[in-house]
């Protein structure tokens, strides 16, 4: 799969349903796992803010327990997964009080009134990966989609996932890296055999690479 598509695949399975597999209960393991395996769910991690915090303890997204759900409010911005059509999205929403206040939330968006799609925003590259903003106005989310025994635990789980995250982005990178260089050096080989063939054709720029010559 090129990296676009790829994006999209790795923000789904090897972030958000490792936050679900390794926090959350049987019963939320049971209601979103199998629905995200068969795609009728996909995740997203929304950490971003429109105005960076210099940590995670400084978000200014708000969950507060009013009755008996949570109420959202807030927006983030430049969010993997965030557009339509598909039907749900994982975000996490954080409450206030620095990291002691942040909680990690599931919110299931579908005909959640308090929830809005922005914009698909333009980027240099990664064309086929959606990258979105989302708004949160009284978004509700009820009290049992809370991952972890108790709330404020938000910052720790955050802490001990993002390794296998920042390790999930790296081991893409180097795929396709080896990948381009595969291509290369096919583009470069086949080149050679033509000017073999007729010596007035002439030498392909990327025949220059270093990655494009052939290893011993």
Request: avoid cysteine; proline fraction near 8%.
């Amino acid at each position: 799969m090129v990296p676009e598509v790829t994006t999209g695949f790795s923000v789904h399975s090897a972030i958000v349903a490792h936050y679900i597999l390794n926090y959350g209960s049987e019963e939320q393991k049971q209601r979103w796992l199998p629905k995200m395996a068969s795609g009728e769910f996909v995740g997203a991690i929304a950490m971003t803010e429109p105005v960076p915090a210099p940590i995670l303890q400084g978000v200014r997204t708000t969950a507060k327990k009013q009755g008996n759900n949570y109420v959202i409010n807030g927006q983030k911005t430049f969010i993997t997964n965030g557009q339509p059509p598909r039907p749900h999205h994982r975000g996490r929403a954080h409450r206030e009080a620095g990291a002691k206040g942040i909680s990690l939330i599931v919110l299931e968006t579908e005909g959640n009134e308090g929830f809005r799609r922005g914009r698909n925003l333009d980027k240099i590259g990664l064309h086929a990966s959606d990258t979105s903003e989302l708004f949160f106005g009284n978004a509700v989310a009820p009290p049992e989609n809370l991952l972890g025994n108790e709330e404020g635990s938000g910052f720790v789980q955050l802490m001990q996932q993002l390794p296998q995250e920042r390790l999930s982005l790296a081991v893409g990178a180097v795929a396709s890296r080896r990948r381009g260089d595969q291509a290369d050096r096919r583009l470069h080989q086949g080149a050679q055999g033509f000017r073999q063939a007729d010596p007035g054709i002439p030498e392909h720029p990327l025949s220059s690479w270093p990655s494009a010559r052939p290893k011993p």
